[in-house]
């Protein structure tokens, strides 16, 4: 391959959106600024924040847990700790428990993990075997409601004052793309970097990963010999996602710079969306006490409906 566009050595990657060939150390620095510009232009921290990182120990949420803790180092007063959710998927979520762990003791950085079956008295396969006879939303649904309330209490119990997600720029692309498929526009004005909510029983999620395509983010964990989960959920293909993401890679590569400007498109539409929605009164879930717009939230009101006896 040729050479490097700021320094002249050997290239690695070709970007082809923005015709930028990079060498290693080019390519991981780029990254690493397009995180830290993505920070600062959304204000995702403040100086003194402890952070909580979603780590499943997947190629984004170790990579994110690697930059962080880089930025972080120029912010003494900072501190980062990561939450792992165990949802209990067996052949699969043990080994990512195990990588997450290993890259907090590489970082020094306390590790925390939650499990389904401890908040909730049964595993993600528990579930999807009940579920499965009555048969209404798909594993991935189940996990996505329940991992999201499981994020937030541990967040809470850990004294986090901000709680970042890997979300990658094909992760928020895809969000957009399955709500207009499922035709439920308005929650399409949820998609976006800072969550708001910290008044309201939510640790302030933020999305650092926001604008870096899933393939360069791969790409930085193996230059930077990042130890990350290879293997896929076995739950992965039944979902909508896995369709919409293969679509959006052909398209991508056959139209370089597609994600980027379905991504920017939806930024233009999103104030629109915010002005028509008016998301209902929040207030608390009478069951748990977690942050609900109906008497009960979506993870309480999930559980009900398959039997499970509430905690
Ligand atoms: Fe959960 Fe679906 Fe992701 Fe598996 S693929 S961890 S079931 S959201
Ligand atoms: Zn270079
Ligand atoms: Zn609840």
Redesign the pocket.
């Known amino acids: 391959m040729a050479e490097c566009i700021f320094c002249r050595r050997e290239a690695v990657y070709l970007r082809l959106y923005s015709g930028e060939r990079l060498c290693r150390k080019c390519y991981v620095k780029s990254i690493e600024s397009r995180v830290q510009h993505t920070i600062s232009k959304h204000s995702m921290f403040k100086p003194n924040d402890r952070i909580a990182v979603a780590l499943?120990g997947g190629k984004d949420s170790v990579s994110l847990l690697h930059i962080l803790s880089g930025i972080e180092e120029g912010f003494p007063q900072s501190e980062l700790v990561a939450i792992t959710i165990d949802?209990g998927?067996s052949g699969?979520r043990p080994e990512a428990i195990r990588i997450a762990r290993e890259n907090c003791e590489r970082l020094g950085v306390e590790h925390y993990v939650y499990s389904f079956k401890k908040l909730y008295g049964q595993t993600?396969d528990q579930i999807v075997t009940m579920a499965r006879e009555g048969c209404e939303l798909t594993?991935?649904s189940y996990?996505?409601i329940l991992?999201r309330k499981a994020l937030n209490v541990a967040a809470k119990e850990v004294n986090a004052t901000r709680l970042a997600t890997a979300h990658n720029l094909d992760d928020e692309v895809q969000s957009m793309l399955m709500n207009i498929i499922r035709g439920d526009v308005s929650r399409i004005s949820q998609i976006k970097p800072v969550l708001e909510g910290e008044k309201q029983g939510f640790v302030q999620r933020t999305k650092p990963l926001c604008e870096v395509p899933e393939r360069e983010v791969a790409l930085y964990a193996f230059l930077k010999r990042i130890k990350f989960q290879t293997v896929?959920?076995?739950?992965?293909e039944t979902?909508l996602r896995q369709d919409v993401r293969l679509f959006l890679n052909r398209l991508e590569m056959k139209h370089p710079g597609t994600k980027f400007t379905i991504y920017r498109s939806f930024g233009k539409i999103r104030p629109y969306l915010e002005g028509m929605e008016r998301m209902g009164e929040l207030g608390y879930c009478e069951v748990c006490g977690e942050p609900a717009t109906g008497g009960v939230c979506r993870a309480c009101q999930t559980l009900q409906d398959l039997g499970i006896a509430l905690r």
């Open positions: 499943s949802e998927i699969y993600l594993p991935c996990c996505g991992r896929s959920c076995p739950y992965l979902s």
